[in-house]
Nanobody
Framework: QVQLVESGGGLVQTGGSLRLSCAASGRIFSSYTMSWFRQAPGKERQFVATITWYGGNVYYADSVKGRFTISRDNAKNTVYLQMNSLKPEDTAVYYC????????????WGQGTQVTVSS
């Protein structure tokens, strides 16, 4: 089993940047596809980005393409989400999740980190 802990959230003004981190422990991190999701108050959880275990393939939600970048450092057991040109609608709790491959159930979720973008 892998355990995930997010960090890096906070309050930022419109147009600002934040970098989220998700540190993993437990089973071999490098074997997992890692994803970021977000959930705003009163809304369903929304996919943000995914990176395959070797980093060769990345996928983004249309709403964040060109502004967010997902990356990973398998040596540090960490996945990152660089968020630029932030908008108020990016305000949400951001979660990282791990699974094998690109389909099926997720093996683990983090506890989430709050991102608030002020207008």
């Amino acid at each position: 089993q892998v355990q995930l802990v997010e960090s890096g959230g906070g309050l930022v003004q419109t147009g600002g940047s934040l970098r989220l981190s998700c540190a993993a422990s437990g089973r071999i991190f490098s074997s997992y596809t890692m994803s970021w999701f977000r959930q705003a108050p009163g809304k369903e959880r929304q996919f943000v980005a995914t990176i395959t275990w070797y980093g060769g393939n990345v996928y983004y939600a249309d709403s964040v393409k060109g502004r967010f970048t997902i990356s990973r450092d398998n040596a540090k057991n960490t996945v990152y989400l660089q968020m630029n040109s932030l908008k108020p609608e990016d305000t949400a709790v951001y979660y990282c999740a791990a699974r094998h491959g690109l389909a099926g159930d997720f093996a683990a979720w983090g506890q989430g980190t709050q991102v608030t973008v002020s207008s």
